[in-house]
């Protein structure tokens, strides 16, 4: 930091109570009120410099004593006593901190070269020229300074020559920095790093205020020499200095004591960030956006910033981790530790946006790698939210919910956050339950979750029913499945294909022999032992089990009407009851040719007797 001393003679100024007095022989003659200090003076030594004093004393003889008053004098007493003391020739320091209060004292008593040659105003501008506006860090602290006297600071130019003093230096290379700068980012070393890093001024320059740094970042901005990059990198030190919370990733609930007037700054300075952050896309990076966002619901920002940060984050929402997700919900209605509403919000923006950028969004590799890469952020969200106890089942739903299908290559990781919400929620109802599980999907489950699900004792009984029965039809597909001529299964012969396209004349067909079938086979009980016939019914309702019939209607009587409890026993009967059906169905497999022949045989047959 650089400074100016003027004057050689000592410190003579004392104070007594409410009145500041030079030590001297000579009584004072020059008496001068600045708010609630009074100054006992001489006119000899301040007439001759300051123009001001010269022409108010104007019509006092120099033999009597003159009072006046400068109680609007910029800068107060503390610059009034500088331009004195520079009068007095007593020694003084001139730096970047008191620099613009004694340049506007002094223009202001008019010590003007005019007055006098060599005069106070004259060496202080040129102290600013030479020195001051060469500086790195004496610029960027006179400008800070010129905020306690921005009208006199603006009028005198001050402020302008130091803005373009700071654009000039923040645009060179940084190969040709030579100057002294502020960088304290974790794991950096100046003595390890030769190389100036190109982000060196942002540290410096976040301690302006608002719109002095707003003023610098967008002329730096306009001339386009500097990538967004760097641009987004200033605003997020800027925010990181000023704003509560951004570099926090747990809330501290620090904003409740936050009076009225903190938060009107801190919510100008959000709004103005974000007014500033650069087009293009990656500028800053997504969990600083929802840092942002989550301030901006503490801080009750405008409607417009709060949708232009959505907006902005679901751009490169694909991009974030969980841990940019993880902020608290600040709302006082709202229990739940996570704000899940947030992620939600930007969640449906990114849908609406992706499906307006990519119609074809399903033969596009980027954009369905984009979904995909959002559905598993979501599941892997859900896993950590899950674990809050106060997280509503319907908020929990709603955010699975909002996924495509097509976000979703596997449930998996969709299962394990449900498997861990049903932990941390043991006292779950029944409904809830059934909410909760009706957001998985059985045939999207891999084997290996399938079967760590049908031994999960937490699941309701319909979704277990619902996933061995799965397990049961696809390894009957697998078994039953002929590769070389492509028949079908008998099943669907006989009881109607659930895949066969169900025009009008093949409903009627199947129907027509489904019922002589049925009437052939009563016919036949009917001729049968009482033994035999009660054997011929059992194997008749294991059949049925092919159509899927039982198991629908088992589910219904323990599911659907669940007037009884659910208990561990009970869910093992039921599993060991259909692992029976399942092989009691798989030696019912015959020949798919000769059932076809059979069954074309007994319906010509039974045409035929009709006639």
């Given at each position: 930091m650089k400074f100016m001393k003027l004057g050689t003679r000592p410190d003579t100024f004392f104070t007594e109570q409410a009145t500041r007095t030079l030590i001297s022989e000579i009584p004072a003659d020059l008496v001068i009120q600045i708010n609630d200090i009074t100054y006992l003076l001489h006119k000899f030594p301040l007439l001759p410099k300051c123009g001001l004093l010269q022409r108010l004393c104007y019509d006092s003889s120099d033999s009597e004593s003159f009072s006046l008053e400068l109680h609007d004098i910029p800068g107060g007493e503390e610059a009034f006593e500088l331009c004195a003391k520079f009068c007095y020739g007593i020694s003084i320091n001139i730096s970047a901190h008191n620099f613009v209060s004694a340049l506007c004292a002094a223009k202001f008593l008019r010590m003007n070269d005019s007055i006098e040659k060599g005069n106070f105003v004259g060496k202080l501008e040129a102290f600013f020229n030479s020195c001051l506006l060469e500086g790195w860090k004496d610029s960027i602290a006179t400008l800070q300074t010129t905020a306690t006297l921005p009208e006199w600071s603006e009028?005198?130019?001050?402020?302008?020559?130091?803005?373009?003093?700071?654009?000039?230096?923040?645009?060179?290379?940084?190969?040709?920095?030579k100057w002294s700068y502020t960088y304290t980012r974790p794991g950096y070393n100046k003595k390890q790093h030769h190389s100036v890093p190109k982000d060196w001024w942002t540290e410096d320059i976040s301690d302006l205020d608002i719109d002095l740094f707003r003023c610098i970042v967008m002329a730096v901005r306009s001339t386009y020499v500097l990538p967004p990059q760097l641009i987004g990198e200033a605003l997020h030190v800027y925010a990181c200095r000023w704003?509560?919370?951004?570099?926090?990733?747990?809330?501290?609930?620090?904003?409740?004591?936050?009076?009225?007037?903190?938060?009107?700054?801190?919510?100008?300075?959000?709004?103005?960030?974000?007014?500033?952050?650069?087009?293009?896309?990656?500028?800053?990076?997504?969990?600083?956006?929802f840092r942002l966002l989550s301030i901006s619901i503490q801080l009750g920002?405008?409607?417009?910033?709060?949708?232009?940060?959505?907006?902005r984050a679901s751009l490169q929402f694909e991009e974030a981790t969980v841990s940019d997700?993880?902020?608290?919900?600040?709302?006082?209605?709202?229990?739940?530790?996570?704000?899940?509403?947030?992620?939600?919000?930007?969640?449906?923006?990114?849908?609406?946006?992706?499906?307006?950028?990519?119609?074809?969004?399903?033969?596009?590799?980027?954009?369905?790698?984009?979904?995909?890469?959002?559905?598993?952020?979501?599941?892997?969200?859900?896993?950590?939210?899950?674990?809050?106890?106060?997280?509503?089942?319907?908020?929990?739903?709603?955010?699975?919910?909002?996924?495509?299908?097509?976000a979703r290559v596997e449930h998996d990781d969709l299962y394990q956050a449900v498997n861990i919400?049903?932990?941390?929620?043991?006292?779950?109802?029944?409904?809830?339950?059934?909410?909760?599980?009706?957001?998985?999907?059985?045939?999207?489950?891999?084997?290996?979750?399938?079967a760590h699900a049908v031994k999960n004792e937490l699941?309701?009984?319909?979704?277990?029913?619902?996933?061995?029965?799965f397990e049961q039809e696809k390894g009957s597909t697998n078994k039953g499945?002929?590769?070389?001529?492509?028949?079908?299964?008998?099943?669907?012969?006989?009881?109607?294909a659930k895949h066969r396209p169900r025009d009008a004349q093949s409903k009627q067909s199947l129907a027509l022999d489904k019922e002589e079938l049925n009437v052939e086979e009563a016919t036949t009980r009917a001729s049968l032992p009482p033994e035999s016939r009660e054997k011929k019914t059992l194997h008749h309702l294991s059949s049925k089990r092919l159509d899927g019939k039982l198991p629908l209607d088992l589910e219904r009587k323990m599911v659907i009407k669940g007037d009884i409890e659910e208990t561990g026993s009970e869910r093992e009967k039921v599993r060991g009851h259909i692992r029976e059906e399942s092989v009691s169905s798989c030696k019912l497999e015959l020949d798919p040719k000769k059932i076809i022949e059979r069954a074309r045989s007994k319906s010509e047959h039974g045409r035929e007797k009709g006639r």
């Open positions: 009028n005198l130019g001050i402020v302008r020559k130091c803005i373009d003093s700071i654009i000039e230096k923040v645009l060179t290379p940084p190969q040709q920095v704003l509560p919370g951004v570099t926090k990733l747990r809330y501290s609930g620090s904003s409740a004591s936050q009076t009225d007037e903190s938060k009107a700054k801190n919510r100008k300075i959000l709004e103005t960030i974000v007014s500033m952050i650069p087009a293009d896309r990656g500028s800053v990076s997504v969990g600083f956006l920002v405008s409607s417009v910033t709060k949708t232009e940060l959505i907006r997700l993880l902020y608290p919900s600040k709302s006082s209605s709202d229990q739940n530790y996570y704000d899940i509403e947030l992620v939600l919000a930007v969640l449906e923006t990114f849908l609406k946006l992706w499906k307006r950028m990519s119609p074809g969004a399903v033969d596009s590799n980027y954009f369905l790698r984009s979904i995909r890469n959002v559905g598993k952020l979501i599941d892997s969200y859900l896993q950590v939210v899950a674990r809050d106890e106060n997280m509503l089942v319907s908020k929990f739903v709603s955010l699975a919910e909002t996924v495509p299908g097509i919400y049903l932990k941390v929620h043991p006292d779950l109802n029944k409904t809830d339950k059934k909410r909760l599980c009706g957001i998985l999907d059985c045939q999207r489950l891999s084997p290996e979750a399938r699941l309701p009984l319909r979704t277990v029913v619902q996933l061995l029965y499945e002929i590769t070389t001529n492509k028949l079908p299964k008998p099943h669907e012969i006989l009881l109607g």
